[in-house]
């Protein structure tokens, strides 16, 4: 429930659309504040200029100027009140054009009115400490690469545009694929850290012996192989932003230095007691649970708070099926696939929203570009697509540690048998199925029928299969 606030004020809405600015109209006025309204940006700034209004919401589509354009003009007829702009196409550019242009916040249709609300109530409040934007140059709108139209990604572009100016350390939570590392490079995009270094690392890609060295530098002869010294990424990246994929795989010994540079802003080479100063936005990403790992005590609970000054989550694309038709179109369109917009039909958007899409915008692209190369340029039907990638249907997520450790087991196999390599799949049953079907009849406390109901296989088989991995003692 949203309480009341004290101070009436004057609010212009300048939106074409009348049930929008009857809405805004009802509810500001339900809160003790006076509504002026206009339907295009050349009447408001009339109004603003006459009235004074101590906050301007403003539309971006409107008839002839439009609202990102007109918005200067706003701030300097209304002496920097602030202005919240809404959208119902609100795309990153649009967002963050509209904060580099002077917005206080943004909205995007269709919002919930306690949103706002909110939104408006924090607008006024920051009304009394506003100073004048830093820029007022138009930001040039260009195509963006960060793709959505659903709810969920336009809080997360409204996310980006609110924070990537300032230096609040940022963790961006999703499953893989979901574009977490498309957005940390957006926020560096936008940010005034832009000309400096944006530098993407994944630690797990790392040796764990050397994380440091590469995180934080070495000094000549501080460990075997440190013939010289050398400058870490810390150092490489100053002035810029450090983005550290997969943070929940760091080291415990690493994290306690990485918060000692978030909290002092400090760090030493390896093998070095001067301490250094880096100046570095850092933004972290993870497709863990974090606070799963903290009941663990795999991850430092005080780097977690240190690490989410911002938390911005991605939600699954199965959660945002509206993303899919903009998505494909994108895709296809960078390919300047021949069928351009007649390549997706409303039968065929229907079978891809209704994928499960585990490997989420990553597996869409690939199977897009699949299709593509099918299709031969004709309209894509779904048997051009590849088969979906397996996943976990029960709890509808996929399973990245389960998939990192038959990785890791394959490419062991791979490894040692280099040459002669064969019967892969077999191996890999011996392997993992005597565990399944040891667990499976300790379930069943012994009894083959059921275990073998649970597995989906035929009894005759389960027996076999027990025979075969000398298991024969385990029945019922
Ligand atoms: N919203 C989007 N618009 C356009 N392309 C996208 C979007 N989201 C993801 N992609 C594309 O999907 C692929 C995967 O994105 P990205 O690498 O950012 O995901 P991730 O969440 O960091 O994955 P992982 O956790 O596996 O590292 C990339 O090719 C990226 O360009």
Known sequence: MIHSSTHSSLVLVVDDEPSICWALERMLTGEGHEVITASSAEEGLQLAKSRKPSLVILDVRLPKEDGITALPKFLEATDNAPVVIITAFGDLETAVAAVRNGATDYLTKPFKLDDALRTCRAALKASVNRSAPTTTEPMVLDQSVLVGESPAMQQVFRQIALVADSDLSVLITGETGTGKEL?????????????????????????PELIESELFGHVKGSFTGAVDDRAGLFERAEGGTLFLDEIGDLPLGTQVKLLRVLEQGQYCRVGDVRPRTADVRVVAATHRDLHDAIRRNEFREDLFHRLTGVQIHLPPLRDRTHDIEPLCRYFLKAMNYAAGDAAIDERLLTSLQERRWHGNVRELKNAVGHAAVVARGRPLVMEDFPLPKPGREADGESSPALEHVVAVWVEDVIAQENGDLENLHAQFLAATEPTILKIVLSHTGGNRAKAAEILGIHRGTLRDRLRAYAMDDVSS
């Open 183 to 207: 957005v940390a490079a957006a926020m560096h995009r936008h940010s005034r850290r832009s000309s400096r270094p944006y530098i993407a690392i994944a630690p797990v890609a790392i040796n």
